[in-house]
């Protein structure tokens, strides 16, 4: 069976996956519990889970890790959708923002999808995070670190500034894709977008599995490091 959550609200949907493996755990004390990531994934792996009830007939929980997000590996992914669906296994499948296609297909097949923050733009108290996303598009770095350092300086969340970015980006990424380059200008190449999309999927990630303030690697990313 299948939980999915996702979401660009990153601390509602972290603490949601928590809250799941806590649940499971205490519902299935003798359970063998997986992360999946991008350090140990296999198509072997998989299948492997999806058929192992672990011994003496012990259930699996497995968390899929921001697996979606990995080019290489959402094809993968997908093309085991239905094993995982099948299985008495638990697969909580966790991260940000698929595209639609891929969310649309593990929706389908889930047990229960929890989303936090889909696909819109991130409401925000105050509206000077896009005055910094905007100046990040311009390359403004200069400007768009001024207003950063106010933000954080005044209480913004980075999680909801990274948020933002998200959106940014990928709204800046649709726009040179369509052709309607319209809000924003030429300064970035899609090839450039889809690596600063890609930076900022991986930067939380690596601070989840390593350690670090995201505050910190935000300053450095808005600086265009």
Not at 1 to 23: A, C, H, N, P, W
Not at 45 to 67: H, M, T, W, Y
Not at 85 to 96: G, H, L, R, S, V
Request: charged share 30%.
């Amino acid at each position: 069976m299948i939980f999915f959550v996702y979401g660009t609200e990153y601390q509602k949907s972290l603490t949601k996956k928590d809250e799941l493996i806590k649940t499971m755990r205490i519902k299935r004390p003798d359970a063998e519990f997986f992360v999946m990531d991008t350090g140990n994934f296999s198509e072997n792996a998989i299948d492997s889970l999806c058929s192992s009830q672990g011994l003496f007939e012990k259930k699996s929980i497995v968390v899929v890790d921001r697996l979606l997000s990995e080019k290489d590996i959402k094809e993968e992914i997908l093309s085991k959708i239905q094993k995982m669906k099948d299985t008495e296994n638990a697969f909580i499948i966790f991260d940000t923002i698929p595209d639609k296609k891929t969310t649309e297909t593990v929706k389908k097949n889930s047990e229960k999808v929890y989303v936090f923050g889909e696909d819109k733009k991130p409401k925000a108290k105050d509206s000077r995070v896009f005055d910094l996303t905007n100046a990040f598009v311009d390359k403004n770095f200069p400007k768009a670190w001024v207003i950063y350092q106010t933000l954080i300086r005044e209480g913004s969340a980075p999680e909801g500034i990274h948020g933002a970015f998200i959106w940014q980006i990928k709204d800046a990424l649709l726009a040179k894709k369509t052709g309607k380059w319209t809000k924003y200008n030429n300064r970035f190449s899609e090839k450039e977008l889809d690596g600063i999309f890609e930076q900022l999927i991986s930067m939380y990630h690596d601070i989840r599995s390593h350690g670090g303030e995201l505050s910190l690697q935000m300053e450095k990313f808005v600086l265009g490091g």
